[in-house]
């Protein structure tokens, strides 16, 4: 009776207050925000899904006043003052108008009454995104909202409560008159925890341990062990991996290998073991090279942003203008996987017009464009930055120091007592007096070459080198060992550079190059110019004022040395050693080099005189060939002038610097990562073509978001640099509601199965509903109070009663709720194809647990006949390091793997945040023929023999134990038994890999 009181009293407040603004309405004009505040909801929700746009059903628009009044294909509409007139008001009151759901009294009620009142208008246009209707979400859509802790829900059975999470779960169980499945037995406890956790089936003494620890906090410590375990992050970087669309290959025509793609998936594997908080987590793959320009690892994590396909003939063989759209692909890939990853938005669907389904404008899309516009693929030399070079330098520069100290005395004593005048100059072998001019960025050649010079021109190529080239044919046989040139450049910063050097055929001296590599040092070229040789010298600096002396050269021992104005520059390297150069059949090469990656820009200068010696000259006769006075002393005069004493320590200095030289000379770290370049100015791309410049936009965010402000506070040419840092700052806001949301989601996702939203990358409209929303914005909360760790976050999940239920099926539970979204048992999983293949090896006894490093490549890379395209030929290759965990096999995206294919492993050139889980003759067929697997079934025998020799029985349970982690039943014993006197161990190893229990986990 209460209630019924209640619910009347609740009708007659509605109908009141539709009376009173019936009232109201009739009375007085309708006010702004009387339209805003009721009005436009309506029309947003009932009518503009279908009467508004670019192509309004009807041709009427109702979301302008403008339009409004226009009318559509039958004419005006609205009449202000006058419903009886106004069309639409005869189809909202006949119910013709909305056709499915006409609208409710009260409603009608307010049309009229605004349409009486003269319907003034309001905020013009109304916004479409205002509400949420039907066919789309708008700004009051739930995963928009603030996350807010809510209440622990009441239960009846406290009992079965492990932590609160639980709460949630069975409130909702009761709810539908549910009740939890019992706790899974220890056995299948261990067994899921190490899949789910390591990826790995556990080993039968972790088992025999865990069974043997009766303490009441045995499973806790099970937990934390296998948290702490380095194959922990193995496991869980490879379900990133999966979301960020991670390869090592570029994909497309060409679809070229990188080799150092791979140091981003170490980031990712140290990131989840070192528990990164997943805020900073998210920044350094964002702006990782501008938020710790210093640091190789930060600089590493930005591969996310670049682990996608590169279009590698789109971006440099097309015209210019299809290269501006092939720009446009690759920054919506970036968008739509930074959107879905951290936001579970698909932003990147508004690139041409505003979002269909999510409020998201399209103006916002080329926002987050502008933030991310100077991001570029490419590959970054790490090693200056590596703590261990810049110790090594430290310590050289403090030897060099000490050493010069020590010589200096002596060598200013010897240099005063000395009034020899220098050794004679040998005559060079070939010299010439000329003008070879350089091509500058605008096309322009300088200089003009003079005496028997063949000039070559546009479009030449020898070895490399493009633009204008001068050759000079040698009219004798000669083995070269040094080589000089004087030579002036201008643009002594930009990359590219010239270069002189000889050539017989495709063999090349070593020559002189400048900017090569190194913009603005000196550098010789070597081995056909596949790469140059830095001999670690200061900038130059002097080249752009007046001409500058520059030799190389070559001793017996294979040392090379460079000169600069007859001073020594740098340090010497060893190369692979010079050749005969036969006459009439070779010639000097005077020309251009190709300036920097992508770049190809080259420096305004000219060489004005080169020579050639057959032997390799001194340092003191190379100055006295420049025309410089020296200071030269050589180490044997030094060496007399010295005490035993000195001599020593002299020799003990020499000894370290060479080894701190050694120890410079094999660091090397590379990576793919993010190669930034200043932007230009952002613009709305009309229907996102190129060619249609709109609007200029600054980087920003979408405003949507709840709690966190959409405007950078950026100008349109803001650097580079503060485009990434304020997405960073903008997406891992503590009061982003999606940044948490999303991440606790594809946590549980990973743990159950499904997660509580369904679509981890869509918490859009087009994605599922949460089954439990309460629980997720529990989470979200805990996540954020908690420091955003990951493993606080795992560590609740797996210690819950939720997730340590038993996977028995429940007749009953099921007829309600047949996808188990409730969770009323934890449902049983298929291994995915890498844990497959790992679990076989380890049970073999095969597995490498090694970490970090470049991966195994299962397959040949060739380019194919006639092109520069890579091709991958799967192998079937064996050993060590070929059984490490499938994490690190090399991901080339034409690089499949048959095993792996048939089981649903995905393609890396897309976002994959839900695996298919399929059941095809395929699978049965390659784990019954699969190389692989009928390799690690005579593994896993041989392992059994070696371990049980002699005893069937025991091979029998010690395999049970390795595979299943329990021991036979007598019936399966039996069984085993007789397979393997009839075929043979090996046959039952097989038989095992391709068992449900083997390739599923309760």
């Not at 708008?138 to 995963?143: F, R």
């Not at 709460?167 to 899949?195: H, M, N, W, Y």
């Not at 320590?649 to 770290?669: D, M």
Request: charged share 25%.
């Amino acid at each position: 009776m209460q209630h019924t009181v209640i619910h009347w009293l609740a009708a007659q407040f509605v109908l009141m207050a539709a009376l009173h603004t019936m009232a109201r309405a009739q009375k007085d004009p309708a006010t702004p925000q009387d339209f805003d505040h009721s009005i436009a909801p309506l029309l947003v929700t009932r009518c503009l899904d279908c009467h508004s746009g670019v192509k309004p059903k009807g041709g009427l628009d109702l979301a302008s006043r403008r339009a409004a009044l226009a009318g559509g294909k039958s004419g005006p509409v609205l009449v202000p003052g006058k419903p009886s007139e106004s069309l639409l008001w005869e189809y909202i009151e006949s119910d013709k108008m909305p056709p499915k759901k006409p609208l409710p009294p009260a409603e009608k009620a307010l049309v009229k009454a605004w349409i009486v009142s003269g319907a003034g208008w309001g905020s013009d246009r109304i916004d479409p995104f205002r509400a949420t209707t039907e066919k789309r979400a708008g700004y009051d859509w739930w995963a928009l909202q603030l996350v807010r802790r809510p209440s622990l829900p009441l239960v009846q059975n406290v009992r079965w409560i492990n932590n609160p999470l639980d709460a949630f779960v069975l409130s909702k169980l009761e709810a539908k008159g549910l009740t939890p499945s019992p706790e899974a037995a220890r056995l299948v406890q261990i067994r899921r925890l190490s899949f789910d956790l390591l990826g790995l089936p556990p080993v039968p003494d972790d088992v025999a341990n865990y069974l043997a620890d009766t303490s009441p906090n045995a499973y806790a410590k099970l937990v934390e062990r296998f948290l702490s375990s380095p194959q922990y992050g193995v496991h869980w970087a490879r379900h990133w991996l999966d979301v960020v669309r991670f390869g090592e290959s570029n994909g497309f025509e060409y679809d070229e290998f990188r080799p150092s793609a791979w140091p981003y998936r170490d980031w990712v594997v140290r990131a989840f073991n070192q528990d990164l908080p997943y805020d900073a987590f998210a920044r350094l793959q964002l702006a990782g090279d501008v938020l710790a320009p210093n640091e190789p690892d930060a600089i590493e994590a930005t591969g996310f942003l670049v682990a996608g396909p590169y279009d590698t003939v789109g971006q440099t063989q097309q015209s210019s203008a299809m290269r501006q759209v092939v720009r446009q692909d690759e920054l919506e890939d970036m968008i739509g996987t930074v959107g879905q990853t951290f936001l579970g938005l698909t932003v990147n669907c508004a690139r041409c017009h505003d979002h269909k389904f999510d409020p998201v404008r399209q103006v916002e899309y080329h926002r987050l464009a502008a933030a991310l516009d100077g991001v570029h693929h490419g590959e970054r030399d790490l090693t200056p930055l590596l703590k261990e070079v810049i110790d090594a330098k430290l310590r050289l520069a403090e030897l060099k120091t000490e050493l010069a100290v020590m010589e200096e005395p002596v060598r200013r004593q010897i240099l005063a007592q000395s009034k020899a005048s220098p050794e004679p100059v040998t005559p060079p072998i070939a010299s010439w007096d000329f003008r070879v001019g350089y091509q500058d960025r605008t096309g322009n050649l300088h200089g003009t070459p003079h005496g028997d010079v063949r000039l070559v021109r546009d479009g030449a190529k020898i070895d490399g080198a493009t633009g204008y080239i001068a050759t000079v044919p040698l009219d004798r046989n000669l083995k070269a060992k040094t080589l000089e040139v004087w030579v002036q450049l201008d643009n002594l910063r930009q990359g590219g550079g010239g270069a002189i050097s000889i050539q017989s055929g495709g063999t090349i001296f070593d020559a002189v190059v400048f900017a090569e590599m190194e913009a603005g040092h000196w550098m010789a070229g070597s081995d056909n110019f596949s790469r140059t040789k830095s001999f670690r010298g200061p900038v130059e600096r002097e080249a752009g004022f007046r001409p500058v002396h520059f030799a190389i050269s070559y001793e017996e021992d294979g040392t090379i040395t460079g000169y600069r104005n007859g001073r020594t520059y740098g340090e010497p390297y060893k190369s692979a050693g010079i050749r005969l150069f036969k006459a009439g059949e070779s010639e000097v090469v005077f020309g251009l080099r190709h300036g920097q990656a992508g770049g190809n820009r080259m420096l305004a200068g000219v060489i004005q005189r080169a020579q050639l010696y057959d032997r390799a000259l001194s340092p003191v006769e190379i100055a006295a060939s420049a025309g410089a006075a020296t200071d030269y002393v050589s180490e044997d005069e030094i060496a007399s002038r010295m005490t035993p004493e000195q001599s020593t320590h002299r020799q003990s200095l020499q000894a370290e610097i060479n080894a701190q030289n050694s120890r410079l000379a094999v660091q090397s770290r590379k990576a793919y990562a993010v190669c930034p370049r200043q932007p230009e100015i952002g613009h709305l791309l009309v229907r996102g073509n190129p060619q249609q410049l709109g609007e200029t936009v600054t980087a920003a965010g979408v405003a949507a978001l709840v709690g966190v402000k959409a405007e950078f506070g950026l100008a349109p040419n803001a650097p580079e640099a503060e485009r990434r840092k304020r997405l960073a700052a903008w997406i891992a806001h503590p009061r982003n509601p999606l940044f948490a949301r999303v991440m606790v989601n594809r946590l549980w996702h990973y743990h159950f199965g499904t997660g509580l939203v369904e679509t981890p990358n869509d918490f859009g409209f087009n994605g599922s509903r949460p089954s439990h929303p309460e629980l997720l914005d529990w989470l979200a909360s805990e996540f954020v109070e908690r420091g955003w760790s990951v493993k606080h976050l795992q560590r609740l999940i797996v210690l819950s009663a939720t997730y340590r239920q038993s996977s028995r099926s429940n007749p009953a539970a099921a007829a309600i709720d047949a996808g188990d979204r409730l969770l009323w048992r934890k449902s049983p999983l298929r291994l995915e194809a890498e844990m497959m293949r790992d679990a076989m090896l380890s049970v073999a006894g095969q597995l490498s647990l090694r970490l970090n490093g470049p991966g195994f490549q299962d397959f040949n890379v060739a380019c194919a006949p006639g092109t520069t395209a890579f091709l991958f030929t799967p192998t079937d290759s064996e050993g060590e390091a070929y059984n490490r965990r499938t994490l690190y096999r090399a991901w080339a995206r034409g690089g499949r793997n048959r095993l792996l294919d048939a089981f649903d492993c995905p393609d890396p050139s897309a976002t994959t945040p839900k695996r298919a889980v399929t059941t095809t003759p395929l699978q049965a067929l390659a784990m019954f023929n699969n190389s692989l697997v009928l390799r690690m079934a005579d593994r896993f025998a041989e392992r059994l023999k070696s371990e049980m020799p002699e005893d069937i029985d025991r091979q029998i349970r010690r395999a049970y134990w390795l595979a299943y982690g329990r021991a036979p039943k007598e019936s399966e014993a039996v069984l085993a038994k007789s397979a393997i006197q009839k075929h043979g161990l090996a046959v039952l190893a097989r038989a095992i890999f391709n068992s449900n229990e083997f390739l599923y986990v309760d």
